[in-house]
């Protein structure tokens, strides 16, 4: 069964940091593009950052300079680190999986709240 599992999120202060990781299973993760998208209520989902197989990386430009992403493939996992959080950054965050053969996974989503 696939399944893409998110945790890290909560509530921090404005200037904060969180770090959110999704745990994959039930396939190839080492072949699979891995992105977060994030959707605040009444918004449109978003694509925040996105990390290849090879290790290519794209951010939005809303956060670019703050956030990190990686992978650890030994460890079937893909990390978000969010650093100089701001209230805007609020919303619930999704992790993704794109293949090569375009099947496509997402998480359940973990809500990320900034505020003071």
């Known amino acids: 069964q696939v399944q893409l599992v998110e945790s890290g999120g909560g509530l921090v202060q404005p200037g904060g940091s969180l770090r959110l990781s999704c745990a994959a299973s039930g396939f190839t993760f080492g072949n699979y593009i891995m992105s977060w998208y994030r959707q605040a209520p009444r918004k449109e989902r978003e694509l925040v950052a996105r990390i290849s197989s090879a290790g290519t990386i794209n951010y939005g430009d809303s956060v670019k300079g703050r956030f990190t992403i990686s992978r650890d493939n030994a460890k079937n996992t893909v990390y978000l680190q969010m650093n100089s959080l701001k209230p805007e950054d609020t919303a619930v965050y999704y992790c993704?999986?794109?293949?090569?053969?375009?099947?496509?996974?997402w998480g359940q989503g973990t809500q990320v709240t900034v505020s003071s």
């Open positions: 993704n999986a794109v293949g090569i053969s375009t099947d496509e996974y």
